[in-house]
Antibody, heavy 119, light 110 residues
Framework: QVQLTESGPGLVHPSETLSLTCTVS????????VYWVRQPSGKGLEWMGR???????SYNSALKSRLSISRDTSKNQVFLKMNSLQTDDTGTYYC?????????????WGQGVMVTVSS | DVVLTQTLVAQPVRLGDQASISCRSS???????????LEWYLQKPGQSPQLLIY???NRFSGVPDRFSGSGSGSDFTLKISRVEPEDLGVYYC???????FGGGTKLELK
């Protein structure tokens, strides 16, 4: 059964770095791509970036200077790090998996992790 | 950058009605490989989004056949033939190669 579970701190202070982990099961990170998508509270969805099955990464151009996505295939984990957090980075962060290689369709979503940026 | 515009922020409907949700792109979404990676998602209150339609018109497994997607180039539509209570929520279009979501259209009861 395919599952993705996000974890990380619920509260981050302004200007600090957010570190999130997506732990997956039921599939291999070398077979499918994993994405990060976020949703500011009460707003729409924003695509953040991708860890491709072959280890390549791609990022939303608006976040690229602050964002890094990496993985540990032995632990079935994908990591998100974003620095210089501000209050408008508050929201729910999801990791997702694609339908098939390079399909771009987000077929499985985690339950999301709520991140609040506040002093 | 590609911009996806969902003109209606909210669409009031009655149960049993047909609903159409529009998504327009600032440029053609036909990829160099010939595919168009335009998807539709539904986010119900308090839930993660769920995939309904991929590559314009392919219904994902388990999605009722009252949902259909159509369109080409830069103009796309999601249709729900007979709205049921579980269809209420916010619908997003998404283009995969550019990583762009539309702003969302909330399907709500009239």
């Amino acid at each position: 059964q395919v599952q993705l579970t996000e974890s990380g701190p619920g509260l981050v202070h302004p200007s600090e770095t957010l570190s999130l982990t997506c732990t997956v099961s039921g599939f291999s990170l070398t077979g499918y791509s994993v994405y990060w998508v976020r949703q500011p509270s009460g707003k729409g969805l924003e695509w953040m970036g991708r860890m491709r099955y072959n280890g390549d990464t791609s990022y939303n151009s608006a976040l690229k200077s602050r964002l890094s996505i990496s993985r540990d295939t032995s632990k079935n984990q994908v990591f998100l790090k974003m620095n210089s957090l501000q209050t408008d980075d508050t929201g729910t962060y999801y990791c997702t998996r694609d339908l098939y290689r390079d399909s771009y369709a987000h077929v499985r979503w985690g339950q999301g992790v709520m991140v609040t940026v506040s002093s | 950058d590609v911009v996806l515009t969902q003109t209606l922020v909210a669409q009031p409907v009655r149960l049993g009605d047909q609903a159409s949700i529009s998504c327009r792109s600032s440029q053609s979404l036909v990829h160099s490989d010939g595919h168009t990676y335009l998807e539709w998602y539904l986010q119900k209150p308090g839930q993660s989004p769920q995939l309904l339609i991929y590559e314009v018109s392919n219904r994902f497994s388990g999605v009722p056949d009252r949902f259909s997607g159509s369109g080409s180039g830069s103009d796309f539509t999601l249709k729900i033939s007979r709205v049921e209570p579980e269809d209420l929520g916010v619908y997003y279009c998404f283009e995969g190669t550019h990583g762009t979501f539309g702003g969302g259209t909330k399907l709500e009861l009239k």
